[in-house]
């Protein structure tokens, strides 16, 4: 069983930067893909982005491409979200999430489909 914990977040302007990590215990982070969801007041929790276990697939949600690139560093068992030209709109509290072997591309993968959760971290987009 694996536990994530996000951090990297914090208040940035709009047009700034942040970059997000989420680095995991307890597993090898290697055998998971890892989400970034993001969740604002009163909205639902949202997909942003994800990467394959194998670091060959990555996937953007439409708003955030090229603005926002997703990494991972497996022998840091770390995955990054850097995030460039913040908007307003991108404030939320951002949470990583791993599936262990997703059976199917990781473009179809759903938030009901990740197993693990991080506890979010806040990122807030001043305008």
């Known amino acids: 069983q694996v536990q994530l914990v996000e951090s990297g977040g914090g208040l940035v302007q709009h047009g700034g930067s942040l970059r997000l990590s989420c680095v995991a215990s307890?597993?090898?982070?290697?055998?998971?893909?890892i989400g970034w969801f993001r969740q604002a007041p009163g909205k639902e929790r949202e997909g942003v982005s994800c990467?394959?276990?194998?670091?060959?697939?990555?996937y953007y949600t439409d708003s955030v491409k090229g603005r926002f690139t997703i990494s991972r560093d497996n022998a840091k068992n770390t995955v990054y979200l850097q995030m460039n030209s913040l908007k307003p709109e991108d404030t939320a509290v951002y949470y990583c999430a791993a599936v262990l072997w997703p059976a199917k591309p990781i473009s179809d993968l759903r938030r009901d489909d990740y197993d693990y959760w991080g506890p979010g971290t806040q990122v807030t987009v001043s305008s």
């Open positions: 307890g597993s090898t982070l290697a055998y998971y893909a």
């Open positions: 990467i394959s276990n194998n670091d060959r697939s990555t």
